[in-house]
């Protein structure tokens, strides 16, 4: 009897904040544009969100330190990201992929898997179904997608990255293992920079090379972690697309100008970010219960602080009250702050979330009267009707202050 395939579709959005930019203005179509922190003349703080694909021909990358990308390419456009913008985006991108596939996965605002298993008879052969999609992302978005069709995820991702942008890569099904044999390492889904310096100090210099490998000894010499590179290398991966986890995390973090010591300033900032990232979380209709606080100190120290509440949020309120006090807690030992961040996990939607109030649950901690939320709704629809000019009082005043 035949093996049964499936058939997993990852669909990547290309240079998706600075594609969005060149979409929304004519002028810097063909030219390199980096979404990002201000690069300030080379002096900025921050990184790169985002480049577009003639600003990496500069060797600028996602990740890079602004100061640097300046320096690679002086005369690119420099934008600061627009998040509700590249929300909307992503709402139209997924459902335009719901079209396809009950089964959809989102991993990123621009990323999601499909399981397409089945519907041969509704869309045709695997490079119908990839050109099908690549069409009508186009069409819904304005916008270009990198498609990649496997058996199964780690594939179909890794597929997705070998002809960007605007490309199909299809792995046909029982040619997993010679579809990866002479990919570079670090192709391989999950392993990065240190991984990969591992593996190439332990004499492999590609995927096959991992995967003509004897399983015990990869076992004795990485553990747990090196049985899940050696089935990945061999093309082995049975995890499902999985419906139920879509967005992990949502966070939002800002680098300051220069290295920060009041606490005061700070604690504005914090306002700040958990403004932004609930208004996010509410446009994609989600909830989470665990808040993280990333601090990063001077030296590029990072530390993260978090803490689980008993239900889930999604208010400006109890995001930057706990936040907040996460940072109370923390003690930087009289170092100054360079980055601050809070994101929040343990996500689910909204719309099914039938959460119970606690009758005596501290009102200033966990307040999430009525009132409360008509303000925010309220404060969502003249941002969407009128734009980022509608603010709240209080950052109003804390840029005054500036």
Not at 359 to 371: E, G, M, V
Request: with cysteine; glycine share 8%; aromatic share 6%.
């Amino acid at each position: 009897m035949n093996k049964k395939y499936r058939t997993i579709v990852h669909v990547d959005m290309d240079a998706f904040f600075a594609s969005i930019e060149q979409l929304d203005n004519a002028p810097y179509r063909g030219k390199p544009v980096v979404v990002g922190a201000d690069p300030k003349g080379g002096k900025g703080r921050g990184v790169v969100s985002t480049a577009s694909y003639e600003a990496r021909q500069y060797g600028i990358h996602s990740a890079m330190p602004i100061s640097r990308a300046y320096r690679h390419c002086p005369h690119a456009i420099f934008l600061r990201p627009r998040s509700s913008r590249y929300s909307a985006v992503s709402d139209s991108v997924m459902e335009t992929l719901k079209r396809f596939s009950p089964l959809i996965e989102p991993i990123s605002i621009d990323e999601a898997f499909l399981d397409c298993t089945g519907t041969e008879t509704l869309f045709g052969t695997r490079r119908d179904l990839g050109m099908i999609i690549k069409d009508e992302m186009h069409r819904e978005t304005g916008l270009t997608a990198s498609v990649g069709i496997a058996s199964n995820k780690s594939i179909a991702k890794i597929a997705s990255d070998l002809q960007k942008p605007d490309g199909l890569t299809i792995c046909p099904p029982g040619k997993e293992r010679e579809f990866l044999s002479n990919l570079p390492l670090d192709k391989l889904w999950g392993a990065g920079e240190k991984t990969v310096a591992l593996l190439e100090s332990m004499g492999f210099h590609s995927i096959g090379d991992i995967a003509s490998f004897p399983l015990k000894d990869m076992e004795r010499i990485m553990g747990k972690w090196g049985t899940h590179l050696w089935h990945l290398a061999n093309g082995i991966d049975d995890r499902p697309v999985a419906i139920e986890e879509g967005y992990k995390s949502m966070s939002e973090e800002i680098t300051f100008e220069e290295d920060v010591s009041d606490d005061e300033t700070v604690y504005a900032t914090l306002l700040s970010i958990a403004d932004r990232l609930s208004r996010r979380m509410r446009n994609h209709r989600l909830k989470g219960r665990t808040v993280n606080l990333k601090i990063r100190l001077e030296g590029f120290v990072t530390f993260n602080r978090s803490h689980t509440l008993h239900r889930e949020i999604d208010d400006m309120f109890t995001l930057r009250d706990t936040a907040g006090e996460l940072y109370r807690k923390f003690d930087r030992k009289g170092k100054r702050v360079r980055l601050i961040g809070i994101s929040m996990s343990n996500l689910t939607g909204n719309e099914v979330n039938q959460e119970q109030l606690e009758l005596f649950s501290p009102a200033s901690q966990h307040d999430r009267s009525p009132k409360r939320e008509k303000l925010e709704k309220i404060l969502d629809h003249l941002r969407e009707n009128f734009g980022i000019h509608v603010s709240r009082a209080s950052l109003i005043k804390q840029r005054e202050d500036k």
